[in-house]
């Protein structure tokens, strides 16, 4: 079979259609039995019959007459079982069921495209294979997935990115105490796998970009450093791209790590798609990253919780691996979810970068509109993109011509050479602001979620809108319509030139705060912290006004959400940096996971400063 045919196989889904087709007894798990569960209710409700004695009267026509007497004494029992009260009325044999009672049972039954997903909610059977041990269609679904991605090695994640940070971590720290180096604005997945490691980590600061104040990943001088500082390190976990859709050229971090013989592992949760069309940023896979995390269904076509690691190099134990994966994963995992993730390999394997065509052409629809909205600004990356190559060569994989081109008009010299750190922008991420000053990017969100657009994130400054491969241009022309109107609704049609708006940003910067930002102040990376499932003693413990609580170790994780990434971990001493961002997010709207009061005008500290 040669590769093109292969490619447009989607070997998983497939097996999913034989079973729905086989229309086979099920004798085993799941208990809705194909949506029987429900079907049962849905025919006699429709032709006003009791459920239980239209099931029997379904088995007696399918049996035939072999079994008719013992049906009929089925019929019977169930039927002296079945007798409810109506209005003090029974009822019994051959009487309809009332109207009252006929709607309860349609409203048991869920929308028939739910219904027919269930026809193929299988378990580990007869040709559909265990993704445990996988033989057959999960292997092969798996092997061509490596093959879409760019992969050594591709695993099926039903749990999320976070079940593949889980098992990267778990399979890293090999011993207790374990020294990991880790991006400190992670996931709080990634903090929960070293808890359950029992590791040290080491947090790297992420470099920040002057221009917007957003925190992007760790410079390459930065974990030179800390490798040095800690050569018994087991690997490096970085995140790229950022939630805004930002990043850089991670090929230059893998060569470190790679010299001082530690995996790179990397959370590309939000760049799936990245590397598959020339307009994308280049993908951490072909950066050198050893260990890569995609969120499948964020920005590909798979369902919620699809998600894949992918797996290059000898620097990870992939027996141990497997195990971890066994660990974290469910031993009943979700089919409809990984053919999910099946379908969305092969449609970007057969239609290739014109996967993008559709999503990309929102995208500029949207951005071509919003230039004519001078109030609401756009982010991208002060320098260009991706760097020239010399000429008469090939750009490389991920650099856009146009991209290359951009740049931000009226930034200052000084934002200019420093911006290294931020050359790659998502172009499916339009992250906006309001350039007059009115609305925070809590504000504009909730403005435009009752214009009827659901961005995907906000902070106290940035909106980020999301597009994808499923996006339209109609989408992208609502949006403009909420955008206008909220901008005629303020007031606000004439704002400060770019220039001005630029120099501003950069000004403000400094007192910027965001949820995606966990920064320390003037260190470029931590003393190791240690992390452990052993509970904080209530005993131990008090509590104290917010304001009051630097310079006190915090006794509960501080977590703005979206995204989850942790502020503070418990045990951390508070900095009056880090009380003042909390205290600005607090007023700001934002919501907090992880800490007793919600509503954190206290925190949970410990007794002993």
């Known amino acids: 079979m040669n590769h093109k045919i292969k490619s447009s196989r989607a070997p998983l ?10 229309k086979q007894r099920s004798f085993h798990v799941p208990g809705h039995k194909n949506g ?9 409700a429709e032709a006003g019959q009791s459920p239980v004695k239209d099931i029997v009267n379904e088995e007696l026509r399918h049996n035939g007459d072999i079994q008719s007497e013992a049906g009929r004494n089925v019929n019977r029992r169930i039927e002296q079982l079945s007798l409810v009260e109506n209005d003090g009325d029974a009822i019994g044999n051959g009487e309809r069921l009332s109207d009252e009672a006929t709607h309860s049972q349609t409203g048991l039954v869920p929308d028939r495209s739910f219904l027919e997903m269930m026809e193929m909610d299988v378990t580990e059977i007869t040709g559909t294979d265990d993704l445990h041990h996988p033989e057959g269609v999960i292997q092969e679904a798996q092997e061509l997935a490596a093959d879409c991605f760019g992969a050594e090695e591709s695993f099926f994640l039903v749990g999320g990115s976070t079940a593949g940070n889980l098992s990267l971590l778990l399979t890293v720290c090999d011993e207790p105490n374990s020294i990991v180096l880790v991006q400190r604005n992670v996931h709080k997945s990634v903090i929960h796998g070293l808890m359950l490691a029992g590791a040290r ?9 002057p221009a917007s104040g ?10 030179q450093a800390a490798v040095q500082s800690y050569p018994e390190a087991k690997g490096v976990l970085v995140t790229l791209p950022n939630y805004y859709g930002m990043g850089a050229d991670m090929t230059p971090i893998a060569e470190v790590c790679h010299v001082a ?20 940023p ?12 995609q969120s499948t269904h964020k920005m590909l076509s798979a369902f919620t919780m699809g998600a894949m690691l992918h797996i290059q190099g000898p620097r990870l134990n ?8 066994s660990m974290v994963q469910s031993s009943s995992p979700s089919y409809p979810v990984m053919a999910s993730l099946d379908l969305a390999r092969r449609l970007l394997h057969v239609q290739g970068a014109d996967t993008f065509t559709a999503g990309l052409a929102a995208v500029n629809a949207f951005k071509r509109g919003l230039a004519e909205l001078p109030r609401f600004q756009l982010l991208q990356p002060a320098q260009p993109l991706q760097p020239e190559p010399p000429a ?33 922008q998502d172009p499916f991420k339009a992250v906006i602001y309001d350039g007059a000053g009115v609305l925070s990017g809590y504000g504009l969100q909730q403005q435009l979620e009752a214009c009827g657009c659901v961005p995907e994130m906000s902070d106290e400054r940035y909106v980020v809108l999301l597009f994808s491969l499923g996006s339209t241009v109609q989408d992208a022309q609502h949006l403009l319509q909420a955008l206008h109107h909220i901008s005629s609704a303020n007031g606000h049609e004439q704002v400060q030139s770019n220039a001005e708006t630029s120099h501003q940003l950069v000004k403000d910067s400094a007192h910027y705060i965001s949820t995606w930002n966990n920064l320390q102040e003037n260190t470029g990376y931590s003393e190791p912290i240690s992390f452990t499932l052993q509970p904080i003693v209530e005993t131990d413990t008090i509590y104290v006004p917010i304001e009051e609580s630097a310079g006190c170790r915090s006794a509960e994780m501080v977590t703005p959400y979206p995204p989850g990434i942790p502020l503070v971990y418990p045990g951390e001493r508070l900095s009056p940096t880090m009380v003042e961002r909390i205290q600005l997010l607090r007023n700001e709207g934002a919501k907090f996971h992880g800490v007793s009061d919600a509503s954190l005008q206290v925190l949970k500290v410990m007794k002993d400063r």
């Open 318 to 325: 992939r027996s141990l691996l497997r195990q971890r994966l």
């Open 201 to 209: 980590a080491v947090f790297l600061e992420p470099w920040v970009d």
């Open 13 to 22: 889904y497939e097996a999913l259609l034989a079973y729905r087709d086989s």
């Open 261 to 280: 013989g530690m995996p790179l592992l990397v959370d590309e949760a939000h760049g799936a798609h990245y590397g598959q069309h020339p307009e994308l």
């Open 214 to 223: 957003l925190a992007v990943m760790p410079s390459v001088e930065t974990v």
């Open 36 to 44: 029987q569960a429900y079907r049962h209710l849905l025919k006699p």
């Open 392 to 424: 008469g060569t090939a750009k490389p994989a991920g650099m856009p011509v146009s991209a290359a081109q951009q740049t931000r008009e009226g930034l200052p010299a000084a934002a200019m050479t420093s911006a290294a750190g931020y050359t790659a």
């Open 282 to 293: 280049v993908s951490a896979l072909s950066c050198g990253a050893d260990g890569v995390v």
